[in-house]
């Protein structure tokens, strides 16, 4: 039977739950146990597709085609689970499935209530993830404790709790501890009141985990146990770390939350030996060099937005024993400043995706200023997308050649709504999403890097390189550097003469991990670490 952990948090959002519940499946993973990840949002959204990156930062995409809330990247990242469908519920997905059902006669002669048709739907959900290949689901649950949208959530995880056998579920609280300046001192209180939130539903944490920006001592320890009604043993201090997120593991592992956790669930104690993992740590922190890398993007100003592109940007740099700085560039700023004052620091270009006409002429500059100083460049989807148009005007002479997304009466619409996505009437869902094989060109830098002749990528676009223009482009230089199988879809394209210079219509960074970067985003790192000593040489 799998058996599960529910995390909940208290005092303030973006505390931490994503990353905490994947370093505690990190930790369960490296004592052999066989581990899967959920969240469950309280949004009525169906899902995050449509929400703008402003609002809830990036829409994390999984291989079986799920537009996802960011957490699951997190889980991907840190432990390296592959997640799904099943992985990410909205109440608008729970609510959305429960009509469904209600017109189609599944309730024939009841009244549909929130207890116990959607507290059934969530607890469905949950054990989603069953499987005799699972041996532990861990599901966080978002929102803060008292937010009046995750009560049925939160009522469905107590009722959970009642039905399964003794020792098969725990309950995880991570909660703030603020530390207040002026008075030099910490606070429990807000941890007190949202554990109290908690058991006026019937919750009553096993473990409670304390987010704290300074250690706490053993009054505080004592205070929040008496009050919160947990052992002192099982109240964990989860201190902020300095340097990387990375180093989490390593001090959750210090605090025994995944043998407290073990304990609770009653599964065996395995080794866990983290020698490798901390000189890993190690060695990132103390990095041989430094390389910078613009990223030209329309969502800038939220660091979320970017999440996965600024993850993969840092673990090619692991892997070449280098930091990555990240010179953030808003789109906008270089249509008014011009791309030779905000890029002349760039080592490399990273251009991501994106949707609509805002920003699109920044965009554009930054290709063209890459391509023709040979700055290292890839561009990702809307990127890819935007590095065509750049050539088609600049080098081929199209001066009208555009995207129809942008403009759609262009003469030259080198860039065009893929044909079955023409009809589609709603928008929620309905892009080509997921992974998809991608054929690479034999004589590629692609497959240079990739090291195979084909591959499987995450896509999430409706428009795509219209190929009635492709033997302009390359009796110009632009090579095809990926298919889709049956060469219907251009996947990437490439400058035959240039150090780096790579569009891809797919979402690379998706699949990139802290000890598995992903070969494009490496291959980005690597060559503007070639440009940095040119130009330093110079």
Not at 32 to 55: E, W
Not at 359 to 367: Q, S, T
Not at 476 to 486: H, K, M, N
Request: aromatic share 8%; glycine share 8%.
């Amino acid at each position: 039977m799998t058996k599960h952990i529910f995390i909940t948090g208290g005092v303030v959002s973006s505390i931490g739950k994503g990353i905490t519940a994947a370093s505690l499946a990190w930790l369960l993973k490296q004592r052999g146990f066989r581990v899967a990840m959920q969240k469950l949002d309280p949004y009525l959204n169906i899902d995050p597709g449509t929400m703008s990156p402003y609002q809830h930062g990036e829409v994390f995409v999984t291989a079986d085609g799920a537009e996802t809330d960011l957490d699951l990247g997190h889980y991907e990242r840190f432990a390296d689970v592959e997640c799904s469908k099943n992985s990410n519920y909205t109440s608008g997905k729970i609510y959305h499935s429960v009509l469904e059902k209600e017109r189609s006669g599944k309730y024939l002669g009841a009244t549909v209530q929130v207890i116990p048709h959607i507290t059934d739907a969530i607890k469905e959900a949950v054990r989603s993830l069953h499987d005799d290949r699972i041996d532990i689901a861990i599901t966080e649950i978002g929102g803060t404790a008292g937010d009046i949208e995750s009560l049925p959530f939160l009522e469905a995880i107590r009722q959970f709790r009642l039905e399964a056998p003794r020792g098969d579920v725990v309950f995880i609280h991570l909660t703030y501890v603020p530390f207040i300046r002026a008075a030099k001192e910490l606070k429990t209180k807000p941890s007190q009141q949202s554990v109290a939130l908690l058991r006026n539903i019937g919750i009553v944490p096993d473990i409670l985990v304390c987010r704290t920006e300074v250690p706490l001592e053993e009054e505080h320890i004592k205070k929040l146990s008496l009050f919160c009604n947990v052992p002192e043993d099982l109240v964990i201090e989860e201190l902020d770390v300095q340097n990387t997120v990375y180093e989490v593991p390593i001090e959750l592992a210090k605090q025994k939350l995944d043998v407290k956790t073990l304990d609770l669930l009653r599964l065996e104690q395995r080794l866990l030996d983290l020698t490798e993992y901390q000189q890993w740590v190690n060695k990132i922190l103390h990095p041989a060099g430094e390389v910078s890398i613009a990223v030209v993007g329309k969502y800038i100003k939220h660091q979320d937005a970017y999440k996965s592109i600024y993850e993969a940007l840092r673990h090619a740099g692991f892997s070449a024993d280098v930091k990555v700085n990240v010179i953030p560039v808003e789109a906008e700023e270089l249509e008014k400043y011009g791309a030779a004052k905000l890029l002349a620091k760039a080592d490399g270009i990273l251009i991501p995706g994106g949707f609509g006409n805002r920003g699109i002429p920044g965009k554009i500059l930054a290709a063209e200023y890459a391509r023709e100083n040979r700055v290292p460049l890839l561009g990702i989807c809307l990127g890819m997308q935007c590095m065509t148009i750049e050539f088609a005007r600049n080098v081929l002479n199209w001066t009208d050649a555009d995207s129809t997304e942008f403009v759609p009466g262009t003469a030259h619409p080198v860039i065009d709504l893929m044909r079955d996505q023409k009809n589609l009437k709603k928008y929620g869902g309905t892009m080509r999403l997921g992974a998809c094989q991608c054929k690479l060109s034999p004589d590629s830098r692609m497959r240079e890097l990739y090291g195979k002749d084909t591959v499987s990528e995450r896509h999430r676009h409706r428009y795509y390189f219209n190929t009635a223009y492709l033997d302009d482009f390359v009796s110009r230089g632009l090579r095809v550097a990926a298919t889709s199988p049956d060469g219907e879809i251009v996947e990437a394209v490439e400058l035959k003469d240039h150090p780096f210079y790579i569009g891809c219509q797919f979402h690379p960074e998706f699949q990139s991990g802290p000890r598995r970067p992903h070969v494009l985003f490496s291959g980005l790192v690597r060559a503007a670490m070639e440009r940095r000593k040119v130009t330093a040489g110079k």
